[in-house]
């Protein structure tokens, strides 16, 4: 075959393919998340700034964690009740873990109204070059 084949669904993947896409999937989430947690002791105009990226920090961080566990562990092998909350609780995941990143975006450029002194002085570039 002389063509590259399309992201559309149409290859089939085994059982251990797919489990190695999805822990990859959570792996990049996590370390995504955090990242964010390494904002943890930096400095925020206010208390509640500070608090409310903790919290979207960790949300972003383990909201991932739930919903592998709701919708692939808890799926496959649950009664039909866990079964019946799957779509529920999996939707709740997905709108905490978008409005967590929403609000850590918007913090990252309210930050940016208070910065130190240290950030309004120009940088000699030319004294950094050893050969200049």
């Given at each position: 075959?002389?063509?590259?084949?399309?992201?559309?669904?149409?290859i089939?993947?085994?059982?251990?393919?797919?489990?190695?896409?999805r822990?990859?999937?959570?792996?990049?989430?996590?370390?995504?998340?955090?990242?964010?947690?390494?904002?943890?002791?930096?400095?925020?105009?206010t208390?509640?700034?500070?608090l409310l990226?903790?919290?979207?920090?960790?949300?972003?961080?383990?909201?991932?964690?739930l919903?592998?566990?709701?919708?692939?562990?808890?799926?496959?092998?649950s009664p039909?009740?866990?079964?019946?909350?799957?779509?529920?609780?999996?939707?709740l995941?997905?709108?905490?873990y978008v409005?967590?990143?929403?609000?850590?975006?918007?913090?990252?450029?309210t930050?940016?109204?208070?910065?130190?002194?240290?950030a309004?002085q120009?940088?000699?570039?030319?004294?950094?070059?050893?050969?200049?």
């Open positions: 075959m002389l063509r590259v084949p399309t992201f559309d669904g149409s089939g993947l085994g059982r251990l393919d797919t489990m190695v896409v822990l990859a999937t959570l792996s990049m989430a996590t370390i995504f998340g955090g990242i964010h947690c390494l904002a943890w002791f930096f400095t925020f105009v208390h509640q700034e500070q990226w903790h919290i979207c920090a960790l949300g972003i961080t383990g909201t991932p964690w919903f592998f566990c709701v919708a692939f562990t808890f799926g496959a092998a039909g009740l866990l079964r019946q909350l799957n779509i529920p609780i999996g939707l995941c997905i709108i905490l409005t967590a990143r929403a609000i850590l975006l918007v913090l990252m450029f930050t940016l109204r208070h910065l130190p002194g240290d309004y120009a940088v000699s570039w030319i004294g950094l070059v050893p050969h200049l």
